[in-house]
């Protein structure tokens, strides 16, 4: 494991935190009182927040499974990691790839205190944990470096994270910060909240906020989130509702068609 041994005391069980609050969405057990409180009420104004958070998971999972089978990707970046739960990178890079070798990254201690469990690993491949905020980006792909080759193409995954960062601190440029140095063939994956498809975002937003500052959320248009890929070639379709992004069937696309959130792949062009 990359960084510092995860400390329970830092968890405050007593403020609903994000990580948890998710979890709880998706039928975790990581959660406590204070997460479900919020979580709940979170339902009232949404009503279709867990099948949003189900459809932002579904989605990571697709994007990974094309990147290491279709794309032939064996490396990546994945940064705003949250508890671990079903399909994570690991699992679904190393079903279709066993060698992929994954960093994951996050800041929030009780993610850390579960970590070991994404530490398991096929034997050709690795898989690594960093204690690290998104806005530090030289120290993530300073220590990143120590499992995965930057000179081979790398995946920089940034899923329901980008909304936590407000555009006073330039989101945009943390993103180029993290594409810049990879070579040509590396991939950038992001999902990110917004407001055009269900206006009531923006009130659970702000509820969500409320209840604790670090639910404070940025969310953005579809036009906003595609120049987040600026200088890169978007793998079709394109920007769209996570949902839409390559369903693996009709079925599946219509049972998650309420995700709150644009997501998008692109590949950084070159050789």
């Known amino acids: 494991m990359l960084g510092r041994v995860a400390d329970p005391a830092e968890i ?26 919020a979580a709940r ?12 958070a189900v459809a932002c998971r579904a989605f990571l999972a697709r994007v990974v499974h094309y990147l290491a089978g279709e794309a032939g990707i064996r490396q990546f970046l994945d940064i705003g990691t949250g508890l671990p739960s079903g399909d994570n990178v690991h699992e679904v890079a190393q079903s279709a790839a066993p060698d992929s070798r994954i960093v994951y990254v996050d800041n ?5 205190l579960h970590a070991e469990t994404l530490l398991t690993s096929s034997a050709p491949g690795a898989t690594a944990y960093l204690d690290a905020d998104l806005r530090d980006t030289g120290r993530i792909l300073g220590e990143a470096a120590r499992t995965l080759d930057f000179g081979q193409p790398v995946a920089v995954l940034l899923f329901a994270i980008m909304h936590f960062i407000p555009d006073a601190q330039d989101p945009a440029d943390i ?13 950038l994956a992001i999902g990110h909240h917004t ?11 702000r509820h969500m906020s409320e209840r604790n500052p670090e639910f404070r959320a940025t969310l953005r248009s579809r036009a906003q989130v595609t120049g987040f890929f600026d200088g890169l070639e978007l793998v079709p379709p394109g920007v769209v509702q996570i ?19 644009w997501g998008g792949v692109a590949r950084k062009p070159g050789s």
């Open 12 to 37: 405050n069980t007593s403020v609903p935190h994000p990580a948890r609050v998710y979890d709880y969405w998706l039928g975790g057990k990581d959660n406590f009182e204070a997460d479900r409180q």
């Open 41 to 52: 009420a979170a339902i009232k104004i949404f009503p279709h927040t867990v099948q949003s």
């Open 108 to 112: 929030d201690p009780i993610v850390l």
């Open 175 to 187: 993103v180029r910060t993290l594409m810049d140095p990879l070579p040509p063939g590396s991939y």
């Open 195 to 205: 407001a055009d498809i269900h206006p009531e975002m923006e009130e659970f937003a």
């Open 243 to 261: 949902s839409k992004w390559r369903p693996r069937s009709d079925l599946e696309a219509q049972a998650q068609a309420q995700a709150a959130l």
